[in-house]
């Protein structure tokens, strides 16, 4: 249940940051591209505006292109730089999400391997967790009740006390 959370989470935020990015919702309203009398002007302030707007915004006659065509370059740089650097976030919160999912599921699989072990016979559960790894033992014998783990202990014991002594100190560390 957990992990699909955290898929839907995932899901959700990506297609959130990408659905924002590719519609222009990061972009954010610049007062030159205001249109004018959105903000309360009056109309000889509008008017003024306008024609200060016509001057700034002459042509060059060779190129026919904006003379301001620096400014808006360098509005433009900014923006970009803006928007990686939330995409940037975007990435390593994803990133963080996807090691928290994976950390979930390993703790999932610990969890059924100790539900398999604890239905099994002590002795033939002890046996086996004598020839896994240190670790996954112990993973597995954290998993199961005390009950469980006591009876399958007591066969470690009996079969390999070194052992059970060892994987004990492990559980303790924990």
Do not use: W
């Not at 309203?29 to 903000?39: I, M, S």
């Not at 995409?87 to 928290?100: C, G, H, N, V, Y």
């Amino acid at each position: 249940m957990k992990t699909i959370i955290i898929i839907v989470l995932l899901t959700f935020i990506a297609a959130s940051g990408f659905t924002m990015f590719f519609t222009g919702t990061f972009k954010s309203k610049d007062p030159a591209e205001q249109l004018p009398g959105e903000d309360g002007d009056t109309s000889a302030e509008i008017a003024g505006d306008v024609q200060e707007e016509k001057t700034n915004t002459q042509e060059d006659p060779n190129t026919h292109a904006p003379v301001n065509s620096e400014a808006k370059t360098a509005r433009h740089s900014a923006q970009i730089a803006e928007q990686e650097k939330k995409l940037a976030a975007l990435r390593s919160e994803i990133a963080s999400l996807t090691t928290a999912q994976a950390a979930i599921a390993r703790t999932q699989q610990f969890q059924d391997l100790a539900k398999v072990y604890s239905s099994m016979k002590p002795d033939s559960a002890a046996s086996i967790l004598a020839e896994l790894e240190d670790d996954l033992a112990m993973r597995i014998m954290k998993g199961m009740n005390t009950k469980t783990a006591g009876k399958i202990m007591e066969a470690l014991a009996t079969s390999n006390p070194s052992y059970a002594a060892k994987l004990s100190k492990l559980i303790a560390d924990s």
